[in-house]
C-alpha cells in the first residue's frame, strides 16, 4: 500500500481521511496474524478474526497507536505481550516497526473489553508525545502521526510502551543487547542509516509520490 509506505519512509505524516480506514485495515490484519503466530502463549482471539473477516473493520476492543522513531524497523520481526497470561480474559499487546514508522496495536483476549481498555489507556497516557491513538477514529477525519519526539524513540522508550510490566505496572523496561560481540566490532562506529545503506536492498520499484 502506498501510503503505509510512504509512512514507513517518513515521506508522509498524513493518513486522509478516505484512506485511514484501508491503513487500519492493513494494520489490524497484521497484529491478528501476530497473535496468531503466538497462539500457543495464551491462544489468540478468534472471535476479533472472526469480525474482522465479516466487517473488514478493525474488531470491537481493537486500539492502535502509531508514531515515528529515528531508530529503523525497532521491533522490526514484531513484538508480542500477553497480560494475564495464565488466566482467561485480558489483552494482547503488539507491536512493530516499519522502518521509520512504530505501531502498536491492542486487542482483546477472550473478548475482554475492559482489559484491552485498560491497556489501551495506560498505553495512551504513558505514550503521549511519542505515539497517537489512531483507532479508533472519527469517522471521515485524517490524521497526523507525532514525530516530534522521534529523537527519543528509541529500545528504551519503547520497552516501557510495550511490556507489561513497565505500562501497567510502572517496573523498569527490559532491555536485552542480543547482538553478537563479532557483529558489535564488525559495525561499530556505524550509524543505523549507514547499515541500512550497506546491507539492506531497497526494492527496485519506488512507491508512488503522494
Keep these: 500500500m502506498a501510503r503505509m509506505l510512504n509512512l514507513a519512509r517518513f515521506n508522509t505524516q498524513e493518513i486522509p481521511a478516505g484512506e485511514v480506514l484501508s491503513v487500519m485495515r492493513s494494520v489490524t490484519r497484521a497484529a491478528l496474524m501476530t497473535t496468531w503466530g503466538k497462539r500457543d502463549i495464551g491462544a489468540y482471539p478468534a472471535a476479533s478474526f472472526i469480525e474482522f473477516f465479516e466487517t473488514r473493520l478493525?474488531?470491537?476492543?481493537?486500539?492502535?497507536?502509531?508514531?515515528?522513531?529515528?531508530w529503523f524497523s525497532i521491533h522490526a520481526a514484531g513484538h508480542h505481550a500477553l497480560w494475564p497470561v495464565e488466566e482467561s480474559g485480558g489483552a494482547h499487546l503488539v507491536s512493530w516497526g516499519l522502518d521509520r514508522l512504530f505501531i502498536v496495536a491492542v486487542l482483546p483476549k477472550d473478548g475482554d473489553f475492559v482489559?484491552?481498555?485498560?491497556v489501551a489507556?495506560?498505553?495512551?497516557?504513558?505514550s503521549k508525545g511519542f505515539l497517537k491513538q489512531v483507532w479508533p477514529n472519527r469517522v471521515g477525519h485524517g490524521l497526523k502521526i507525532?514525530?516530534?519526539?522521534?529523537?527519543?524513540?528509541?529500545?528504551?522508550?519503547?520497552?516501557?510502551?510495550?511490556?507489561?510490566?513497565?505500562?501497567l505496572f510502572d517496573e523498569e523496561p527490559l532491555i536485552f543487547d542480543v547482538d553478537p560481540e563479532r557483529s558489535i566490532a564488525r559495525y561499530s562506529g556505524m550509524s543505523e542509516?549507514?547499515?541500512?545503506?550497506?546491507?539492506?536492498?531497497?526494492?527496485?520499484?519506488?512507491?508512488?509520490?503522494?
Design 115 to 118: 482489559s484491552a481498555t485498560t
Design 58 to 70: 478493525p474488531p470491537t476492543g481493537v486500539y492502535i497507536f502509531m508514531g515515528f522513531t529515528d
Design 193 to 210: 542509516r549507514e547499515l541500512l545503506e550497506a546491507y539492506v536492498t531497497r526494492p527496485s520499484k519506488q512507491p508512488p509520490n503522494l
Design 121 to 126: 489507556s495506560s498505553l495512551r497516557k504513558k
Design 146 to 167: 507525532p514525530s516530534q519526539n522521534a529523537h527519543r524513540l528509541d529500545r528504551e522508550v519503547v520497552g516501557g510502551l510495550t511490556q507489561i510490566k513497565p505500562l
